[in-house]
């Protein structure tokens, strides 16, 4: 049985799923992302994006990067995405990495699952480094990135200015493979998607949900 049988099977038996997003998840990914937006510093953005930009963004990021979603029965429950961590040639092997998690479903393991999903196709990928920047404070969130592995580099001090309030980001990273010497430049994730390996890294998040 291969890896995508596994996890169609997955999903039909337990109503939950780890897939790659498309843009018909905008609204979904939304109702997410949108409060924390709103209510938190969490996001540095002022106003949450409407339905068209976030369909943008997903489809955007796909081009290059990973999307993924956590589903029950249609529902989203959470979703982790990689960008660029900078633009210039010599960074191309590094990606900044976010996990946005609904309400309902925090510290029930699926940022957990995801996050673990999102590094396996990074490192597939040929990406060595991810980071993490994370508004302080925010405990819960820090306690995640170094329970998988992340360790703190440092702060950027009152770099955001959001609701009355100047407001530090501390940064996070991880090592996501061997650094060679002279590496080949990362896949661009179309490339992956749909192969075995990439299938194995959703199946795997998808059996961790089982409990």
Known sequence: MSPATVTNALRDSLGIGVRIATPADAAGILEIYAPIVRDTVISFEFE??????????????????PWLVCE???????YVYATSHRERAAYQWCVEVSAYIAAT????GVAR???RAL?????QQGFVNAYAGITLPNPASVALHESLGFRKLGNYEHIGHKFGAWHDVG???LTL???????????????????????AALTAAQAALRG
């Open 113 to 115: 699952a995801l996050y």
């Open 177 to 199: 493979g061997d650094r060679p010497r002279e590496p080949a430049a990362p896949i661009p994730f179309p490339q992956l998607r749909g192969t075995d390996a990439c299938e």
């Open 119 to 123: 590094f396996s196709v990074l490192a």
């Open 72 to 78: 029950r029965d249609g529902v989203l429950l959470g």
């Open 171 to 173: 940064w996070w990273a």
């Open 48 to 65: 949450p994006p409407d339905v068209d930009t976030m369909a943008r963004r997903v489809s955007a990021t796909l081009e290059r990067w």
């Open 105 to 108: 479903a925090r510290r029930t």
